[in-house]
């Protein structure tokens, strides 16, 4: 089919029901030329005249009505879609698709989660979780959460959730076997759980600071893993001194399954950031999750969203 075959259609279906050249340029909100000269047209291309005009009336000729009868429902149904089409661009709805690391689903989205999906039957959220920073647009994600030193500069960011810190961890049994670290540089002689980070397959450096001292330790271990869930596990079966943040591990320092070292040297982490492509095409379903998450955290005691680093929403 060529594009020109679809050309004219709309505009002879609103002259038929309408029955006059005026009265459809009024529907379609163009000139009664713009009319006249789009059904010539169409005309041409089929080749036969689908109305018979008079200076009082216009009404269809044979070949016009059967013509009618069959695009109708066509049109009809071209522009229910349309319709839906605008009608989705305007109401938050549809699959929201967002990649998260484990940390920003747990201290972020699985408190507000529950309340957002209440309040907006009509979204479906997709959440995957991946601490690598990926490619939203090629991966076909609405918006990501990573951390903010992470985030690219060309992307519309948010800061969500509150301030985080590191937590140096070991179980006491590790502890009464292998001693307690009173400074950083004593870690270089025990075995330290190391992260690896999956997009550079760099180890993570451990980094402290203390009245005015800051260093950063490459800490060593017999194990190395990539997800910190797992991470926290090992360290409170003992296998190991661990560098969490701190929301993992305040639980396990409280019931006493973990030990928190070296509190006086622990250093903040970079804020937990929602970014995306473009502030000027920000469908309303990643809006209203936007807003959802101002409210709801805002709302949370020691817990703020920010601004975006380009300006307010």
Same mark, same amino acid.
């Given at each position: 089919?060529?594009?020109?075959?679809?050309?004219?259609?709309?505009?002879?279906? &609103? !002259?038929?029901? $309408?029955? @006059?050249?005026? /009265?459809?340029?009024?529907? *379609?909100? !163009?000139?009664?030329? =713009?009319?006249?000269?789009?059904?010539?047209?169409?005309?041409?291309?089929?080749?036969?005249?689908?109305?018979?005009? $008079? $200076?009082?009336?216009?009404?269809?000729?044979?070949?016009?009505?059967?013509? #009618?009868?069959?695009?109708?429902? /066509?049109?009809?149904?071209?522009?229910?879609?349309?319709?839906?089409?605008? +009608?989705?661009?305007?109401? %938050?709805?549809?699959? *929201?698709?967002? $990649?998260?690391?484990?940390?920003?689903? *747990?201290?972020?989205?699985?408190?507000?989660?529950?309340?957002?999906?209440?309040?907006?039957?009509?979204?479906?959220?997709?959440?995957?979780?991946?601490? =690598?920073?990926?490619?939203?647009?090629?991966?076909?994600?609405?918006?990501?959460?990573?951390?903010? @030193?992470?985030?690219?500069? +060309?992307?519309?960011?948010?800061?969500?959730?509150? %301030?985080? &810190?590191?937590?140096?961890? =070991?179980?006491?049994?590790?502890?009464?076997?292998?001693?307690? %670290?009173?400074?950083?540089?004593?870690?270089? &002689?025990?075995?330290?759980?190391?992260?690896?980070?999956?997009?550079?397959?760099? #180890?993570?450096?451990?980094?402290?600071?203390?009245?005015?001292?800051?260093?950063?330790? =490459?800490?060593?271990?017999?194990?190395?893993?990539?997800?910190?869930? !797992?991470? #926290?596990?090992?360290?409170?079966?003992?296998?190991?001194?661990?560098?969490?943040i701190s929301s993992y591990t305040e639980r396990h320092v409280a019931d006493g399954r973990l030990v928190q070292l070296l509190a006086d040297w622990t250093t903040p982490l970079p804020d937990l950031t929602l970014?995306?492509? +473009?502030?000027?095409?920000?469908? %309303?379903?990643?809006?209203? *999750?936007?807003?959802?998450?101002?409210?709801?955290?805002?709302? &949370?005691?020691?817990?703020?969203?920010?601004?975006?680093?380009?300006?307010?929403?």
């Amino acid at each position: 089919m060529r594009q020109d075959q679809l050309d004219g259609l709309v505009t002879f279906v &609103a !002259v038929a029901e $309408t029955r @006059g050249f005026s /009265a459809a340029a009024v529907r *379609l909100g !163009v000139s009664p030329s =713009a009319v006249s000269q789009a059904v010539r047209l169409l005309e041409k291309r089929v080749g036969v005249p689908l109305f018979n005009r $008079t $200076t009082r009336s216009v009404n269809l000729t044979e070949a016009g009505a059967r013509f #009618l009868e069959r695009i109708r429902p /066509a049109v009809q149904e071209l522009a229910s879609a349309s319709d839906e089409l605008s +009608d989705s661009a305007e109401r %938050p709805a549809g699959l *929201l698709r967002l $990649t998260v690391p484990r940390a920003a689903y *747990l201290f972020v989205l699985q408190p507000a989660l529950g309340g957002f999906l209440r309040a907006y039957p009509q979204i479906d959220v997709e959440v995957s979780i991946d601490s =690598a920073l990926v490619d939203i647009v090629g991966r076909g994600f609405d918006a990501g959460i990573r951390f903010g @030193g992470m985030v690219e500069r +060309d992307m519309v960011a948010v800061k969500v959730g509150g %301030p985080l &810190a590191n937590s140096i961890v =070991a179980a006491p049994r590790y502890l009464a076997e292998r001693g307690t %670290p009173v400074h950083p540089r004593e870690l270089l &002689a025990h075995d330290c759980i190391g992260f690896r980070f999956e997009s550079s397959g760099l #180890l993570e450096r451990w980094e402290f600071e203390k009245d005015g001292e800051a260093m950063t330790l =490459a800490v060593s271990g017999r194990l190395v893993m990539n997800d910190v869930a !797992v991470m #926290l596990d090992a360290a409170v079966d003992g296998i190991g001194i661990a560098n969490l943040i701190s929301s993992y591990t305040e639980r396990h320092v409280a019931d006493g399954r973990l030990v928190q070292l070296l509190a006086d040297w622990t250093t903040p982490l970079p804020d937990l950031t929602l970014y995306y492509p +473009d502030r000027r095409r920000v469908p %309303p379903k990643l809006r209203a *999750l936007i807003d959802w998450l101002r409210e709801t955290t805002l709302s &949370a005691p020691g817990v703020l969203l920010q601004g975006e680093r380009a300006g307010g929403l």
